[in-house]
């Protein structure tokens, strides 16, 4: 079983939606990141969490919002999906903020 | 001015050259530096993790910090064409709370 497991994979969706994608690990790591990849920009900031009472934003939180439910658990929330979001979604974990993060792999997805 | 930059390629090598990929960065107390590569449909996976200046191998992989000019290459040897992928380097400060990533190189090796 993976360590940072997505869901769902693939979504399409229409634009004006609330969407909310899911995020669980089983590496027992405090610190979990939710990142957009959009074509030659890279990985993107989105939000990230120390632990389940301290969440921060990254560099393009407008327009999402998140809810750690539990130290395993981290969800990301578009609440009226607009076409512009439309990427690829991941999460990731880690130990510390200087340490290497591991990855799920990914949700694609598109709103239309 | 982004603090890590990285050529976005598509980098396209025969098989068995050596494949040499490269970040600058500008923020003077990066401390620790990464190379992720990411296959298609996949998450990023940490290949390389290196602290400080210096050259770190691992198989057929070497990752070399130059902190005097602010340069991060990865060296594959022998390239393969399952090598073909994006690599990413990442760079943080040491007690920093989050990874600064480059747009990622696409590497295509033919065979």
Known sequence: ?112 | QKEVEQDPGPLSVPEGAIVSLNCTYSNSAFQYFMWYRQYSRKGPELLMYTYSSGNKEDGRFTAQVDKSSKYISLFIRDSQPSDSATYLCASTALYGNKLVFGAGTILRVKS
């Open chain 1, 1 to 112: 079983d993976a360590d940072v497991t997505q869901t769902p994979r693939n979504r399409i969706t229409k634009t004006g939606k609330r969407i909310m994608l899911e995020c669980s690990q089983t590496k027992g790591h405090d610190r979990m990141y939710w990142y957009r990849q959009d074509p030659g920009l890279g990985l993107r900031l989105i939000y990230y969490s120390f632990d389940v009472k301290d969440i921060n934003k990254g560099e393009i939180s407008d327009g999402y919002s998140v809810s750690r439910q539990a130290q395993a658990k981290f969800s990301l929330s578009l609440e009226s999906a607009i076409p512009n979001q439309t990427a690829l979604y991941f999460c990731a974990t880690s130990e510390r903020g200087d340490q290497p993060q591991h990855f799920g792999d990914g949700t694609r997805l598109s709103i239309l």
